[in-house]
């Protein structure tokens, strides 16, 4: 990432899938024995109660002061491309929230549906999105990162 990006480090965000995140708050336990540090693994661990902007009483962890948001769609299920790779592997992005650029189609279907049997009612909903990234420049991929099973 070029040197002008960092200059607003406050404001980036690592986006990884849920393994990855339960894997780094896994392995952060490991303290002493060459493990890390109790204090600092103990304030990542913690990480920060969110602002305005997060949910209630939630705690964010941190890599390098920058936080790791969990988004669980995100594939773990790519087969590494190193020699010797097996299992799982998946992806890290790290930019700001605001180069991710999301898209909803105006044309949005929706069918209602009363089931009887169940006296409950099922909405169907069609959406056209798409997703870009507005300046590839500030956005960082880490390839490769073993899932631990």
Known sequence: ???KYKQRRNELKFFTGSNLVQDYLYNLTTIGNGGTPEDIASSI???NPNGPAGAPGGVI??????PVVE?????ETKDGDYSGATGD???IHLTFANNLVVGVKREIQVYREFKPKKDTIEYTMFVRTGCAIENPEAFVVVKNVKVSA
């Open 89 to 91: 592997h998946g992806d």
């Open 1 to 3: 990432m070029p040197r």
């Open 61 to 66: 962890p941190f890599a390098f002061g920058i």
């Open 71 to 75: 988004v669980p769609l995100i594939d």
């Open 45 to 47: 661990l913690r990480g």
